[in-house]
């Protein structure tokens, strides 16, 4: 493999070499090694469309496959040298290629350019990043069902603005999350829709003079269509963009979560026992247990959306049609895709083993008058309007709250004093199991409405793989 300056790329029309510093400067290849296979495959492809259309012969098409198979097999083993001197990973394969095989490999890069090939590669790269991601997805969203099922009549009082509002079930809160995931997975299916168009013919700018088909291409590697249009297919990086914006939601989502996690285990509230292998204890101060997991996962939330960033102004102002600003587009994504695979394993590792303590949810359910809203209900459903309800149901909380007893806990008597409406089965919906039962209609609370959810959920998420 050529290693010195005067063989460069483009040497003919240079009569200087490259300054050395703008050589380590421009390259790539420290970072788009990755897309080495994604880089064979599209270029397997192309060489037999070539040799389709009669620009290859069947032997240089045996040579070129032989060699590729032999460059992948290198590139797996570690045994592949890597040149910064070949700037990025579709020279480096392609001198390796030309030193295995000769003439032929010169070949290859016949109707094409890097410009097509390297938005080729990406596509290809995050087509099957994407499948990973989801195959995370679906972990956790069955492991959600599950600690939901089994969570379907435990109550504990749901908030809004972090204080206690209204009794849930903590089947309902999981399933909360569920739905989130799952729109997140819609997304992502979405975004494939736009990434499996094949840019490969685009060439550099303007397409090519050879009667190339890319049907076969896009065929081969699996793309639903050739794209449109040549200039808008080299330049084109919305569909990262769109990805990395689907990254961040799921990272958003999972920086909520997070935030709960940590919240619930930690003594103030004490809802939930984090697994031990998913926390770390503190140097210094030995009854400490720390939900390092959620944290990290909450904090990771800004770098995928600092990513996204960095991809929107890569691309702001860019003219038609590539420009090597592009190349600055892999980082971002490489890191996005790790750092979301991560995290996405992390939750769907950490979830069943989440244990729940189901008596200070109650207990904290009880604490906060999470069915005022039932009694102003129920004195609605006799005839109160509801502001008035809402009065009445102000004076009871008072009188609780100065006699430190949840509603529950006053007395008939004592309740009557408030409104003439109220009898003996107040105390019925007064309960946290009333109030949550009560809610049964689709999308509430109610542990039949809950485990009816969680049925429907699981179908679908095994129809969607
Ligand atoms: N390394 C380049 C990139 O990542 C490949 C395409 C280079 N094309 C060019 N005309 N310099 O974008």
């Known amino acids: ?217 896009a065929e081969l590697l699996g793309f639903s269509r050739p794209s449109a249009n040549s200039l808008d297919s080299v330049s084109d990086r919305d569909f990262a ?58 904090g990771k939330s800004g770098r995928v959306t600092g990513h996204l960033i960095s991809l929107l102004m890569l691309m702001k102002s860019q003219p038609l049609a590539y420009n090597k600003d592009n190349q600055e587009d892999k980082e971002p994504l490489f890191d996005t895709v790790d750092t979301l695979l991560n995290c996405l394993r992390a939750f769907a590792d950490m979830m069943p083993h989440i244990k729940t303590k189901k008596d200070t949810m109650r207990q904290a359910a009880r604490k906060g008058f999470a069915t005022a809203t039932d009694l102003a209900d129920y004195l609605v459903r006799k005839g109160m309007p509801f502001r008035d309800a809402h009065e009445v149901v102000g004076q009871a909380v008072k009188l609780g709250l100065d006699s430190n007893r949840d509603l529950a806990d006053l007395t008939l008597t004592e309740l009557k004093q408030f409104s003439d409406l109220i009898e003996q089965d107040v105390f019925d919906i007064l309960t946290l199991e009333g109030s949550v039962a009560a809610r049964k209609h689709i999308g509430g609370t109610a542990p039949e409405t809950v485990r009816a959810a969680i049925k429907t959920a699981r179908a679908e998420l095994v129809s969607d793989e």
């Not at 990406?122 to 990043?129: A, G």
């Not at 990395?244 to 940590?262: D, Y």
Request: net charge negative; proline share 3%; glycine share 4%.
């Open 1 to 217: 493999m050529s290693t010195v300056n005067s063989e460069k790329l483009s040497s003919a029309r240079f009569s200087e070499a490259t300054d050395e510093f703008v050589e380590i400067f421009t390259a790539s290849v420290d970072f788009d090694q990755r897309m080495a296979q994604e880089d064979i495959e599209g270029s397997l492809a192309h060489a037999r469309m070539l040799h389709k259309i009669g620009i290859l012969t069947q032997q240089e098409l045996e040579d070129i496959i032989t060699g590729l198979n032999q460059i992948s097999q290198e590139i797996r083993n570690g045994e592949f040298n890597w040149s910064i001197k070949q700037e990025d990973v579709h020279m480096n394969i392609e001198a390796r290629l030309t030193d295995l095989i000769g003439t032929a490999g010169k070949k290859l890069h016949t109707g094409r350019s890097r410009n097509d090939q390297v938005a080729t590669d990406i596509r290809l790269y995050l087509r099957k990043e994407i499948d990973l991601i989801k195959q995370q997805l679906t972990r956790l969203q069955s492991a959600l069902l599950d600690l939901a099922e089994q969570e379907a009549s435990t109550v504990m009082p749901g908030f809004t603005h972090l204080q206690v509002a209204q009794p849930v079930t903590f089947g309902h809160h999981l399933m909360a999350w569920f739905e989130m995931l799952k729109r997140d997975r819609e997304r992502l299916d979405d975004c494939l829709k736009r990434i499996n168009i094949m840019p490969l013919g685009a060439a550099a700018l303007a397409g090519t003079s050879y009667p190339i088909d890319r049907f076969m291409t």
């Open 241 to 298: 963009i769109e990805f990395t914006a689907a990254a961040s939601l799921i990272m958003m989502h999972l920086s909520r979560f997070s935030e709960e996690l940590v919240l619930w285990s930690s003594a103030q509230f004490d809802f939930i026992d984090m697994p031990d292998a998913f926390c770390t204890g503190s140097s210094i101060m030995p009854q400490k247990k720390n939900p390092d997991v959620p944290e990290l996962v909450r």
